[in-house]
């Protein structure tokens, strides 16, 4: 199981830049999708979840600029992003927990894509 992530660049403050990540290989069902971000010197933080069942959470920082959604059938997760501050600049990591059979289930990473906000 792989998840290849991408859409990061570079964006000027007020932009928006969309994040999808893709999940390929031997996949039983998808539970949660989410995007986490990492700043340099910082933790990584949850960002945006979403469960199979469409439920949302947000972290207050984003909430009202970021939009998570997902298409089960393309086993991807996106993260729409508007009115981006400089403060956004962080790698983006997606993370699903998938069940590559009926009974096991494991955390995966993608492998990260930076976005940048900058004038």
């Known amino acids: 199981v792989q998840l290849q992530a991408s859409g990061g660049g570079l964006v000027q403050p007020g932009g928006s830049l969309r994040l999808s990540c893709a999940a390929s290989g031997s996949i039983f069902s998808i539970n949660d999708m989410g995007w986490y971000r990492q700043a340099p010197g910082k933790q990584r933080e949850l960002v945006a979840a979403t469960t199979s069942g469409g439920s949302t959470d947000y972290a207050d920082s984003v909430k009202g600029r970021f939009t998570i959604s997902r298409d089960n059938a393309m086993n991807t997760v996106y993260l729409q992003m508007n009115s981006l501050k400089p403060e956004d600049t962080a790698v983006y990591y997606c993370?699903?927990?998938?069940?590559?059979?009926?009974?096991?289930?494991?955390?995966?990473w993608g492998q990260g894509t930076q976005v940048t906000v900058s004038s």
């Open positions: 993370n699903a927990e998938i069940a590559p059979s009926e009974y096991r289930k494991y955390s995966y």
